[in-house]
């Protein structure tokens, strides 16, 4: 029991077999193929096969009025629709140069760090399904309940949001919001210290994630792997500091960062976020300011040509929307750049070697969310 | 009366007893792990077919044989059929000499706690039919994991029970009972003087039993998040259902013999009852006896709903590297404290 | 070598208060709605499908079929027309027809009203065997609804 378990990847005796992971699976939630080349137990080659739940979006978002684009940006992620909101918006913003009320940009944050919130309940509680512990998940979705209910009635929807505007948000917050964010917050600090006595302290959880997947800060850099990825790798990088937009700049809340790379690295960068969550959401509650909510818009927005990016640090990493303009209602060209197809990009190579238990808790520890994949 | 006092009839009787107990077993504890796992999940738990889901147990069964058995066609088509047959049996074979009650056994060997573990080790054999019969990859997977980990927790199963053999001194289990009448502190788990580490040992003897009986957190055999349904994948209708009724078939006889080692078996713990009660005595001790047993069906229901799975080599380091170390350490301090002291 | 020693006890330990955990949820009551028997009531600003609002002074529509909807509308889901009936200044509502199987609850449509005439409904429990079944005519809807007011 001295030394941490080792494992030696596998040299291979020449004879594997190929085993299909997907697209229907119970380990790859959603429609993900992971094409695996199998030594025995051991994954020689995992090459993931995408594109089952392609939508086109950003082909979509070419060939209609911006406005009209809005309510597909919540369905590339659906698990952190706010976010994908916010970077669409944000991008627009910037182009057209719109003003945005600061109880709108507050408003953002709240609303925002909620999402994150339940997104990373929602990893959790699916992490540890892959893990075959099924109970959390049901505790987990009972938080994220009432971070639904929260944002149900401040927006009216319970997943694809869509509450941002260009230059705002639909409606300012509804009476009552406020206290009862507080009392979920007050709420959450309990359960979440009852999240480590039963998942994060437990020596089974430990053996199955303490270095397992370790993840070079090199390999982050080589596939452009962003959010609690790299951030497990003690890389402190976090769009909300490095570029700050909105009013993050203005809020105090700490990077987590872990340098052991691991899976249980991952792990404890979430779960530390939703405690930076929490403290986010309470000072920008006590920070919000009076006014209005939407700033002024042109009927008609046009865009000046030009190139315009905007960079938002989603649940699962840095999501950047671009918007090349060529003076039409329509965007010339529109790109998203989503943090979980970088985050797959890197599975092939830091999988090889693994055994396959080890190598589906690695891709669980990664976030996927296979939309957000394909786009 | 005396046609039943009869051999042969007995024996039947006894057996077609045992069919019904584990099947009405295996129905309902399926049920009560559903239930007990919505309970722990602030959930209710299937609660629709009948008062409070008491029907459930009656749907699944007639859903599953309505459903049609499914062969695939590059299978093993007898080791497939066969697999089913082979594994619902060693469970029942070992619950006719597990004596529920004062009497109340249906053939008592006096090799008993022998005949258990060699038919207990036969169950396994039924797992690597049904995963080498079914030509999927998950199956055949999930078939070696199995065998490896039955063969690493035979071991400190054996040694923890040769470890109790020593103060018992016999392989009747009714006689190993009887060595535990009086009061609760007379039951093994209790035998401190014999065994400093008595409860020590019984923590050991529960983990392998969970893991013989492919159970959470070593549930091996299905991983369903990483081998689909494992050696079960091919398998539909009640050929699915009798590896189900096989699984919780294996708890009760797990969680029986832990009864009769442990904890006492049929005896009350409260010293001996007045003989004047004649056959109200055999059933007083059958109630004891089951109320200990489902109390340890409880933990293992409680135990998998609370962890997650372990690792593959996890699980053999837990056998080869802690469990058998100790167990070897317990069976060496429990004969120096019987020759030092009795 | 002593941190090893204990690594094992602490490890069960640990497991332990996992157990203790599942344990104290045992008892607690239970937090799951029991859905058909029991239902969740939708807070105002719920979006369901969008409904024609009656307006309590005229007993009609406010819509003027100006098409605001229509064109706002990402997915192409309204159908409007209207027709101006004698002796009035502004057009009014003939047809309204909302086609659920395409709205993705955006409410782009309710924004862009200049008269405010439609709004979110509250409704959630729709189904349908058919893709008719999520045709609705708004225009009918709402005189359904006048019918039962004024019953």
Redesign the interface.
């Given at each position: 029991?001295?030394a941490p378990?080792k494992?030696e990847p596998a040299t291979g005796s020449g004879e594997t077999?190929v085993?299909n992971l997907g697209p229907q699976?119970?380990?790859a939630h959603g429609v993900l193929r992971v094409k695996m080349t199998?030594d025995g137990?051991y994954v020689m080659r995992a090459e993931p096969v995408i594109g089952y739940i392609h939508r086109m979006h950003e082909k979509m978002g070419e060939n209609?009025p911006l406005?009209?684009?809005?309510?597909?940006t919540g369905?590339v992620d659906y698990l952190s629709a706010l976010h994908y909101n916010h970077a669409f918006v944000g991008a627009v913003e910037r182009a057209a140069k719109l003003e945005v009320p600061p109880r709108a940009e507050f408003i953002r944050v709240i609303t925002s760090e909620l999402n994150r919130i339940s997104s990373h309940l929602v990893w959790w509680s699916a992490f540890?399904?892959?893990?075959?512990?099924?109970?959390p998940l049901?505790?987990a979705f009972?938080d994220r309940e009432k971070i639904l209910d929260l944002l149900?009635?401040?927006?009216?929807?319970r997943l694809?949001y869509?509450y941002f505007?260009f230059g705002g948000v639909?409606?300012d917050l509804?009476p009552g919001f406020a206290e009862r964010t507080r009392k979920f917050i007050a709420e959450m600090r309990p359960r979440l210290k009852?999240y480590r006595?039963?998942?994060t302290?437990?020596?089974?959880?430990r053996?199955?994630l303490e270095h397992i997947g370790p993840i070079s800060p090199d390999l982050c850099l080589k596939y452009g792997a962003t959010g609690p990825v790299i951030r497990g790798s003690g890389v402190s990088y976090d769009v909300r500091r490095a570029e700050p937009y909105s009013v993050y700049s203005q809020l105090d809340f700490d990077v987590p960062t872990f340098p052991e790379s691991d899976s249980m690295a991952r792990y404890l960068v979430r779960m530390e976020e939703i405690v930076q969550s929490l403290r986010i959401v309470e000072q920008a509650l006590d920070k919000l300011p009076d006014g209005p909510v939407l700033g002024k818009v042109p009927r008609v927005l046009k865009l000046p040509p030009g190139d315009y990016c905007y960079a938002v640090e989603a649940a699962r990493g840095r999501h950047m929307v671009r918007i090349v303009s060529d003076g039409k209602e329509a965007a010339y060209r529109l790109k998203l750049r989503t943090p979980s197809f970088s985050n797959l990009s890197l599975f092939e190579e830091a999988s090889k070697g693994m055994?396959?238990?080890?190598a589906?808790a690695l891709m669980g520890s990664l976030d996927l969310v296979i939309p957000d994949i394909d786009r | 009366m005396s046609l039943l006092s009869t051999e042969p009839l007995r024996l039947l009787a006894s057996l077609l007893l045992i069919i019904a107990f584990v099947g009405l077993n295996a129905a309902y504890l399926v049920l009560a792990e559903r239930k007990g796992a919505g309970r722990f999940q602030n959930r209710p738990g299937p609660n629709e077919a009948g008062y409070g889901g008491w029907l459930q147990p009656v749907a699944d069964v007639l859903k599953l044989i309505s459903k049609q058995i499914m062969v695939p066609p590059e299978s093993d088509r007898l080791l497939f059929r066969m697999a089913p047959l082979v594994v619902l049996t060693p469970a029942m074979m070992c619950l006719a000499v597990v004596p529920f009650s004062d009497t109340l056994v249906a053939r008592n060997v006096n090799v008993g706690l022998l005949m258990v573990f060699s038919f207990g080790s036969i169950n396994v054999m039924a797992i690597l039919l049904s995963g080498w019969a079914s030509r999927n990859k998950y199956a055949i997977m999930s078939a070696a994991r199995v065998v490896s980990q039955n063969v690493a927790y035979e071991i400190p199963m054996l040694l923890v029970v040769i470890t109790l053999l020593m103060s018992t001194g016999t392989l009747d289990l009714s006689e190993i009972i009887k060595q535990q009448a009086g009061g609760f502190w007379h039951w093994n788990f209790f035998r401190l003087d014999v065994n400093p580490l008595a409860p020590v040992t019984f923590v050991i003897f529960f983990i392998c039993m969970l893991a013989e009986a492919n159970r959470a957190p070593f549930d091996m055999a299905e991983a369903e998040s990483e081998l689909v349904a494992g050696a079960f994948t091919e398998y539909a209708g009640m050929g699915f259902g009798v590896f189900f009724m096989a699984e919780y078939a294996n708890i009760v006889l797990g969680c029986s013999l832990a009864t009769v080692l442990f904890f006492g078996g049929w005896q009350t713990g409260l010293g001996a009852l007045p003989a004047s009660w004649g056959a109200w005595k055999v059933l007083i001790g059958l109630g004891f006896f089951l109320a200990k047993m489902y109390a340890l069906v409880f933990t293992v229901i409680w135990v998998r709903w609370t962890f997650p799975r372990t690792q593959f080599y996890g699980l053999l380091n837990l056998s080869w590297k802690i469990l058998i170390p100790i167990s070897l350490f317990t069976l060496l301090l429990s004969s120096v404290m019987i020759k030092l002291f009795a | 070598m002593k941190t090893d020693i204990l690594a094992v006890p602490r490890g069960f330990w640990s497991l332990l208060t996992g157990m203790r955990v599942t344990l104290s949820q045992f008892f607690k009551p239970i937090v799951t709605v029991q859905y058909p028997r029991q239902t969740l009531k939708m807070p105002p600003r719920y979006r369901g499908h969008i409904e024609l609002i009656l307006d309590p002074e005229t007993q009609r529509s406010r819509c003027t079929a100006c098409k605001l909807c229509e064109r706002a509308c990402p997915s192409d889901c309204i159908l409007v027309e209207g027709a101006k009936f004698e002796g009035e200044k502004k057009k009014s509502v003939t047809q309204y027809e909302l086609d659920f199987t395409k709205c993705s609850l955006c409410g782009a449509c309710i924004e862009a009203c200049p008269s405010d005439a439609i709004k979110f409904s509250r409704e959630y429990n729709l189904a349908s065997t058919s893709k008719e079944g999520y045709h609705y005519d708004l225009v009918k809807r709402l005189a359904e609804e006048k019918e039962r007011k004024s019953l």
């Open positions: 029991m001295s378990l494992i077999f085993l699976h119970p380990a199998m137990e209609r406005a009209h684009f809005l309510p597909n369905r540890l399904l892959d893990l075959g512990g099924f109970t049901l505790y009972d149900e009635g401040l927006t009216g929807s694809t869509c505007r639909v409606e509804d009852m006595q039963l998942v302290d437990n020596i089974i959880l053996k199955r055994l396959l238990a080890d589906l | - | -």
